[in-house]
């Protein structure tokens, strides 16, 4: 019986540093709430969105082959991620910039109401003012004409107006038309900078209290239903990730393991070999912490 009960503690004793061990996934990323799809490294969130959205020293990030961004904020219910191009001009400060662009195969597309101002553009060689019409045709087909005002505002900018541009060189560029690669060159289309704006921020004709950035969607999978086992994992307080060579999904517990389901019940998993099977595991935790007070007494 005695041999039973230190058997039984070592037992215990065995799983308790896995325990207080602390949860590889974090569900912030610095003041960023971090859930399904996203996730903070190598292992965590959704695969196909790791390689693009990662979390360092505090910062969440997004990569393209233009760049890396910082992320200012997700809007989970909207399924929309807001980034920051450090390089893009706004109202405060102009500055030259190479653009922006989406890989092709990441999972992100612009939001429709995303509006890019591409700046001090070239009217004689940019392929934006490219006429569609006759000699004296000025309108340019790539350029919003509701945009106008938009380009106007950006222009009375202490920081544009400084260096005196004509607001012919400015072109309000559609999402739409950025093609299906989702490129901005701006050395290709002969400008030398933009500005994004995602918001008005109620303050239309102020162009100092726009939200500028870039808001981009995000799609998960065909249907966008969040996944029930994820949500479930994330309910029990638990990081939803994927594990092994298939990519399966995997919740990681606050106490560190990794189970199939959430961290109320299910399977426990360490480097993929089942340990414990899940239904009985909360009566077995509960089971061994009574045998450990048993023994002490
Ligand atoms: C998982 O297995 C590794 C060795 O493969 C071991 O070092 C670690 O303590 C185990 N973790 C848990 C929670 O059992
Ligand atoms: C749990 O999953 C994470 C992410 O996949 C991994 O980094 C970690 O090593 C796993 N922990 C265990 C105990 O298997
Ligand atoms: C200029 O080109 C646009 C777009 O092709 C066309 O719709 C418009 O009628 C043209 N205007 C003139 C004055 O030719
Ligand atoms: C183009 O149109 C303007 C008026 O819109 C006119 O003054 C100018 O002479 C025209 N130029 C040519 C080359 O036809």
Not at 132 to 137: A, K, R, T, V
Not at 162 to 181: E, F, H, K, M, Q
Not at 240 to 246: A, I, S
Request: include cysteine.
């Amino acid at each position: 019986m005695k041999t039973t009960h230190l058997l039984q503690t070592i037992i215990f004793f065995f799983y308790l540093p896995s325990l207080i061990s602390s949860q590889t996934c974090k569900n912030t990323c610095g003041t960023i709430p971090i859930k399904y799809p996203f996730g903070t490294g190598t292992g965590c969130g959704d695969p196909h969105f790791q390689p693009y959205v990662y979390c360092e020293n505090g910062q969440l990030n997004f990569k393209t082959h233009t760049g890396c961004y910082q992320v200012s904020s997700i809007d989970y219910n909207k399924n929309v991620m807001y980034i920051s191009d450090t390089s893009m001009s706004t109202c405060a400060c102009w500055q030259p910039s190479k653009g922006f662009s989406l890989d092709w195969n990441a999972p992100f597309s612009f939001q429709d109401d995303t509006i890019f101002a591409l700046l001090d553009c070239s009217v004689d060689s940019s392929p934006i003012y490219k006429s569609s019409g006759g000699e004296n045709n000025s309108s340019f087909p790539m350029c919003d004409n509701q945009g106008a005002e938009i380009c106007s505002l950006l222009y009375s900018c202490q920081a544009v107006s400084r260096i005196d541009l004509p607001v012919s060189t400015c072109c309000v560029y559609a999402p739409v038309d950025l093609g299906p690669s989702f490129d901005m060159d701006l050395q290709k289309l002969k400008c030398t900078s933009y500005s994004s704006i995602h918001g008005f921020n109620g303050q239309f004709p102020n162009p100092q209290g726009w939200n500028y950035g870039i808001s981009l969607k995000y799609k998960f999978n065909f249907n966008n239903d969040y996944p029930i086992v994820c949500d479930n994992c994330e309910k029990s307080h638990g990081v939803c990730g994927y594990n092994g060579p298939y990519n399966a999904f995997s919740c990681n517990c606050p106490t560190g393991v990794n189970t199939t389901t959430d961290c109320y019940l299910g399977p426990v998993w360490n480097n993929s070999i089942q340990i414990i099977s899940g239904k009985i595991r909360p009566f077995f935790i509960f089971f061994m912490a009574w045998l450990f007070i048993v023994a002490l007494m």
